[in-house]
């Protein structure tokens, strides 16, 4: 009933499955070095203990017998102790529960409320000395003081869902008994992944869940064929900055490029916090990168982020909020440090944020003088601090088999491609689309490589068209699809077979995520991508 593994332990994935399956199996706790952040939270919400312990994994074998002290926070197996750190006291009613599925059902049994959080003050808003995610963590539980490992109870300002999780979510809210949800106008439904149907009982499981989800607890804000969630989510201005957010889904961290705390949650925490409002973070502690220079021409915010992933490796941000800011940060559109932030999960990120600045605030049509509370205190107190110049950088591209693996275009040079994917909420706004079609302009794709564009939204869509970006990709011989995850989720819109090559401008490039265990995936920026397209082999956008 005790599994001991090694570091970053567990699925990054939303999905609780992962955490499920040893439930299942009567494992009851789980010592590691680390965990995958959203694993960590899916675990507990399960009934499932975990500890962080480094060095017990030396001393054991499998049918040792392994004793966990949560009293006095240590962890012993044969004649060696190890310590731990204490688990706090909400968790531990998760688990004693049985799971945060029974612990939600005794709280509507119990005719449980969410008290009313206390309002903070302009000036205790603009105090010094927080990074960004503890400032916004503060500001919405409320409370005046907060540092690293902290528990605060948010309200959260918005959830989200999307049509993956619809019949799961479902099936939760009848199983702990919610009649009415705490707000449905905090609350939206996309149908993005599943769209259109794809794959067998698509349709009538996820699809009519969704509907049936909206009817019965009243949720007006439904989003059906109308673009991917991430990038809805800030184009309707669902996901605003100094907010706490969440969804369904691990790359919810892209509203961070705007200033808002956001990271994607499990079907059983969103049943619990659409039931309750209220929603438990641990306050992380934060990296600073500080981005100097200007991105010089063919170099984009994608390159800047697959650098740092490479430089740091997939737990290099475990359960940290990657905060950036300088010069280079300041130069990106929104549409850039979305594409940042969303990355940031594939650092094991809690989250990804950047500074309020006056392009935020044009962005969503709000005074600067409400948001800029949201700005890097030379005062806080930072795990360490990255610092790049973006000058210096060229192209960067993830190869096979991780996210991590990243090597400058200089050292890929030449890599034959079979497809190349433009779009995903990591690179399907309007910005990425001009990147891609300014290379692409008057030119043929190469006869054996299937070039797709997926525009990220409607809205997207429509102003490609407008613009002429879709009549140059159409030309170039690119297959255009209508908004939707397509691909960058494996669903099957030019899935791939063994041994074949794919360059993608989206956020993961896992084994199997895109076709065959065998298929090999690379990611990079619109740019290089494009630049491919048309040579058939991984091409440096400069020379073009």
Same mark, same amino acid.
Request: glycine residues 8%; contains cysteine; charged residues 25%.
């Given at each position: 009933?005790?599994?001991?593994?090694?570091?970053?332990?567990?699925?990054?994935?939303?999905?609780?499955? #992962?955490?499920?399956?040893?439930?299942?199996?009567?494992?009851?706790?789980?010592? #590691?070095?680390?965990?995958?952040?959203?694993?960590?939270?899916?675990?507990?919400?399960?009934?499932?203990?975990?500890?962080?312990?480094?060095?017990?994994?030396?001393?054991?074998?499998?049918?040792?017998?392994? @004793?966990?002290?949560? &009293?006095?926070?240590?962890?012993?197996?044969?004649?060696?102790?190890?310590?731990?750190?204490?688990?706090?006291?909400?968790?531990?009613?998760?688990?004693?529960?049985?799971?945060?599925?029974?612990?939600?059902?005794?709280?509507?049994?119990?005719?449980?409320?969410?008290? &009313?959080?206390?309002?903070?003050?302009?000036?205790?808003?603009?105090?010094?000395?927080?990074?960004?995610?503890?400032?916004?963590?503060?500001?919405?539980? =409320?409370?005046?003081?907060?540092?690293?490992?902290?528990?605060?109870?948010?309200? %959260?300002?918005?959830?989200?869902?999307?049509?993956?999780?619809? %019949?799961?979510?479902?099936?939760?809210?009848?199983?702990?008994?919610?009649?009415?949800?705490?707000?449905?106008?905090?609350?939206?439904?996309?149908?993005?992944?599943?769209? %259109?149907?794809?794959?067998?009982?698509?349709?009538?499981?996820?699809?009519?869940?969704?509907?049936?989800?909206?009817?019965?607890?009243?949720?007006?804000?439904?989003?059906?064929?109308?673009?991917?969630?991430?990038?809805?989510?800030?184009? /309707?201005?669902?996901?605003?900055?100094?907010?706490?957010?969440?969804?369904?889904?691990?790359?919810?961290?892209?509203?961070?490029?705007?200033?808002?705390?956001?990271?994607?949650?499990?079907?059983?925490?969103?049943?619990?916090?659409?039931?309750?409002?209220?929603?438990?973070?641990?306050?992380?502690?934060?990296?600073?990168?500080?981005?100097?220079?200007?991105?010089?021409?063919?170099?984009?915010?994608?390159?800047?982020?697959?650098?740092?992933?490479?430089?740091?490796?997939?737990?290099?941000?475990?359960?940290?909020?990657?905060?950036?800011?300088?010069?280079?940060?300041?130069?990106?559109?929104?549409?850039?440090?979305?594409?940042?932030?969303?990355?940031?999960?594939?650092?094991?990120?809690?989250?990804?944020?950047?500074?309020?600045?006056?392009?935020?605030?044009?962005?969503?049509?709000?005074?600067?003088?409400?948001?800029?509370?949201?700005?890097?205190?030379?005062? #806080?107190?930072?795990?360490?601090?990255?610092?790049?110049?973006?000058?210096?950088?060229?192209?960067?591209?993830?190869?096979?088999?991780?996210?991590?693996?990243?090597? %400058?275009?200089?050292?890929?040079?030449?890599?034959?491609?079979? &497809?190349?994917?433009?779009?995903?909420?990591?690179?399907?706004?309007?910005?990425?689309?001009?990147?891609?079609?300014?290379?692409?302009?008057?030119?043929?794709?190469?006869?054996?490589?299937?070039?797709?564009?997926?525009?990220?939204?409607?809205?997207?869509?429509?102003?490609?068209?407008? /613009?002429?970006?879709?009549?140059?990709?159409?030309?170039?011989?690119?297959?255009?699809?209508?908004?939707?995850?397509?691909?960058?989720?494996?669903?099957?819109?030019?899935?791939?077979?063994?041994?074949?090559?794919?360059?993608?401008?989206?956020?993961?490039?896992?084994?199997?995520?895109?076709?065959?265990?065998?298929?090999?995936?690379?990611?990079?920026?619109?740019?290089?991508?494009?630049?491919?397209?048309? @040579? =058939?082999?991984?091409?440096?956008?400069?020379?073009?």
């Amino acid at each position: 009933s005790i599994v001991v593994a090694e570091e970053n332990y567990g699925e990054g994935s939303s999905r609780e499955h #992962a955490a499920m399956e040893p439930r299942f199996l009567n494992v009851r706790v789980i010592l #590691a070095k680390s965990f995958a952040r959203i694993f960590f939270r899916n675990a507990f919400n399960n009934g499932i203990i975990l500890l962080q312990c480094d060095g017990i994994q030396e001393v054991v074998k499998g049918g040792d017998i392994v @004793t966990v002290d949560l &009293e006095n926070k240590t962890v012993s197996a044969n004649g060696k102790s190890f310590p731990v750190g204490a688990i706090p006291q909400n968790l531990l009613e998760i688990v004693e529960h049985g799971g945060l599925v029974e612990d939600t059902k005794a709280k509507i049994k119990a005719g449980y409320k969410a008290p &009313e959080l206390p309002v903070m003050s302009d000036a205790s808003l603009r105090r010094k000395g927080f990074t960004l995610a503890e400032k916004i963590l503060r500001k919405n539980a =409320g409370v005046e003081e907060v540092k690293p490992g902290d528990i605060v109870v948010t309200h %959260p300002d918005f959830l989200m869902i999307h049509d993956i999780y619809t %019949p799961y979510l479902l099936d939760t809210l009848h199983e702990m008994g919610t009649k009415e949800i705490d707000d449905p106008d905090k609350v939206c439904i996309v149908f993005d992944h599943c769209m %259109p149907t794809a794959v067998a009982k698509n349709d009538s499981a996820h699809y009519d869940a969704g509907l049936k989800l909206a009817e019965e607890y009243g949720i007006k804000k439904l989003h059906i064929g109308e673009g991917i969630c991430h990038s809805l989510m800030h184009e /309707k201005f669902y996901a605003k900055p100094g907010e706490v957010q969440s969804a369904t889904d691990s790359h919810t961290t892209t509203y961070g490029g705007a200033g808002c705390f956001c990271s994607g949650i499990g079907t059983a925490e969103m049943a619990a916090a659409l039931t309750t409002g209220e929603l438990w973070f641990k306050v992380p502690s934060a990296i600073k990168v500080v981005l100097n220079g200007h991105f010089p021409k063919g170099v984009f915010s994608k390159d800047i982020i697959l650098r740092i992933l490479g430089d740091i490796t997939a737990s290099g941000a475990q359960y940290k909020s990657l905060e950036f800011t300088g010069p280079a940060a300041r130069e990106m559109s929104l549409d850039a440090r979305f594409t940042v932030a969303n990355m940031a999960l594939e650092a094991g990120a809690k989250c990804g944020l950047f500074e309020a600045d006056e392009k935020t605030a044009a962005y969503y049509g709000i005074p600067l003088s409400e948001i800029d509370w949201i700005r890097i205190d030379d005062e #806080a107190q930072y795990e360490k601090v990255l610092t790049y110049d973006v000058s210096t950088l060229e192209p960067q591209l993830s190869c096979p088999q991780g996210v991590d693996n990243v090597y %400058p275009i200089s050292e890929v040079l030449g890599t034959p491609m079979d &497809e190349v994917y433009i779009g995903s909420c990591t690179n399907g706004s309007l910005e990425d689309l001009k990147a891609a079609a300014d290379i692409l302009r008057g030119k043929k794709v190469a006869n054996h490589v299937r070039v797709i564009v997926v525009p990220a939204t409607n809205t997207v869509f429509k102003e490609a068209i407008e /613009k002429g970006y879709i009549k140059d990709f159409i030309e170039a011989g690119c297959v255009i699809s209508h908004p939707c995850c397509g691909l960058c989720c494996g669903m099957p819109y030019g899935l791939m077979y063994d041994d074949e090559r794919i360059l993608l401008t989206a956020n993961r490039n896992f084994i199997g995520r895109q076709g065959t265990k065998k298929t090999l995936g690379y990611l990079s920026s619109p740019a290089v991508a494009a630049a491919t397209a048309l @040579t =058939g082999v991984v091409t440096d956008p400069r020379t073009l």
